[in-house]
């Protein structure tokens, strides 16, 4: 065989080569988390009806935020429903608000007290303290939000030190975020702060990763500042789903009615004009009958 010929030969078996190892890596790709992100036209990743409920809380360990989120089948939308701290649930044969929720011994607080009260069924709970809350920010790159005017955060925790944000367009970071979320401003309601700090928390949830390996990656760093009544495999594709809702504007927000029965900077309240009844609309799947004691 001559020379030209050989070498010619060669050179197009390394032709093969290489397009049969192009070939297999769009087969294989490039090793990234196979987990798609759902579309608008396909099966919802959460196959049925869940509740979680997500509570936020400030740098005095109370629950100021707490949302109960539904992913719903028919019609495709997650359910929001905003829920103040100043609730008063019953936790067994013990009355408290949902804020302190927390601080009781028993880890399921928050879940009885919400079922007993609103006769809903939470399927799992979840509670961000403030440095997890800050974690999770910073594990999105920050958020950004929209100052009318400006803002001076007390670092909490760190007396004498404060930051002076805005007016326009200001980019929190974890910390910044967490404080701006539940800073309390003079003769604010506490509805005001509630609505400050869930817009905090959509632009967080609409920031969360897209794949489940590092949704999972996320959540995990966040360790046990931030606890949770189930195992973290099952938090994963409820926030995927909730994410892409958010994103896609498959999601309503509700707020619940209530009565204030006590004033101050811990106030307490329950439940308003019509709020069973909304509840019972908002989540019909996971109504629960009135005997439910906690």
Known sequence: MS????IAIIVIGALIVVLGLGGLSLVLGDGADPTPEPSPTSTRIVPQERTLLLQVLDGESYALGNFLIGIE?????????????????????????????????????????????LRVRPDAAL???RLAFAGLVDG?????????????????????????????????????????????LPGESEQTRLTRLQSVLDRAIQGLP??????????????????????????VPFLLQVRWDLNIGDARYV????????????????????????VAELFPDAIVSADVTG
Not at 3 to 6: H, L, V, Y
Not at 216 to 225: A, D, E, K, P
Not at 259 to 268: H, L, N, S, Y
């Open 140 to 184: 999105v790159d920050g958020v950004w939000v929209d100052l009318p005017t400006e803002v001076t955060l007390p670092r909490i925790g760190e007396p004498g030190e404060v930051r002076t944000l805005g007016p326009g367009w200001v980019k929190l970071d974890g910390v910044a975020a967490a404080d701006y979320a539940v800073l309390r």
């Open 3 to 6: 020379i030209p010929r050989r």
């Open 127 to 129: 509670a961000l303290d």
């Open 73 to 117: 089948q028919d019609p495709d939308v997650t359910t929001i429903l905003s829920i103040p701290g100043s609730l008063l649930v019953a936790v067994g044969d013990d009355t408290m608000t949902l804020g302190m929720t927390p601080s009781s011994a028993d880890t399921l607080a928050a879940v009885k007290g919400v079922e007993s009260t």
């Open 210 to 235: 897209h794949t489940s390996e590092r949704m999972r990656q996320l959540l995990t760093s966040l360790g046990s500042l931030a606890q949770s009544t189930v195992p973290t495999e099952e938090l």
């Open 255 to 278: 707020e619940l009615p209530v009565t204030i029965v006590r004033g101050g900077v811990r106030p307490a309240s329950v439940p308003g004009p019509g709020a069973l009844d909304l």
